[in-house]
Antibody, heavy 115, light 106 residues
């Protein structure tokens, strides 16, 4: 069965960077785009961007351009999202997601940005 | 960007009653529309995808329908565990966009 397993919670200081991983299993990793979505405390869901694991192409939401980098390692079926120059309003749960016809989500990674 | 508008923001219902949640897209998303349930501290749980297909292990009291750019999630007889926030999501075009959520409360 399809599974997306994300890395654990992180606590970072403002200005630092964080890299979250998403390990995929149960389907052909290079066959489907992986999306990243975030949810700030008490807020709704916000799309961050996608990566094409087949060739590494990416697309980011306008507000994240220049601060977010998505990469992948096809040898271990893992996608990564790095957010740099963290601010307090980047505190959120970050999810990876894949649409194979059905939609699958990772369990989420809480990133806390606090001085 | 496709705007997804959910209504109402809050829906007050009693257990056993029927609940009808709406989601409107600002342009066509075909049937590439999903519904999620989210409880505090939990990840969103997929209920419906492709506008009307129930996800695995989702009870039959949840159903989805579509008419053009209007989508509906119906919970036929609310159970206590159904009180939560519900989101719609279009995945027809990038960026994926979400509605602002409907809170179903007692």
């Amino acid at each position: 069965q399809v599974q997306l397993v994300q890395s654990g919670a992180e606590v970072k200081k403002p200005g630092a960077s964080v890299k979250v991983s998403c390990k995929a299993s149960g389907y052909t990793f290079t066959g489907y785009y992986i999306h990243w979505v975030r949810q700030a405390p008490g807020q709704g869901l916000e799309w961050v961007g996608w990566i094409n694991p087949n060739n590494g192409d990416t697309d980011y939401a306008q507000k994240f351009q220049g601060r977010v980098t998505m990469t992948r390692d096809t040898s271990i079926s893992t996608a990564y999202m790095e957010v740099s120059r963290l601010r307090s309003d980047d505190t959120a749960v970050y999810y990876c997601e894949v649409v194979t016809g059905i939609i699958y989500w990772g369990q989420g990674t809480l990133v806390t940005v606090s001085a | 960007e496709i705007l997804m508008t959910q209504s109402p923001a809050t829906l007050s219902v009693s257990p056993g009653e029927r609940a009808t949640l709406s989601c409107r897209a600002s342009q066509s998303v075909a049937r590439n529309l999903a519904w999620y349930q989210q409880k505090p501290g939990q990840a969103p749980r997929l209920l419906i995808y492709a506008a009307s297909i129930r996800a695995t292990a989702i009870p039959a009291r949840f159903s989805g329908s579509a008419s053009g750019t209007d989508f509906t999630l119906t919970i036929s007889s609310l159970q206590s565990e159904d009180f939560a926030v519900y989101y719609c999501q279009q995945y027809d075009d990038w960026p994926q966009t979400f509605g602002q959520g409907t809170e179903v409360e007692i």
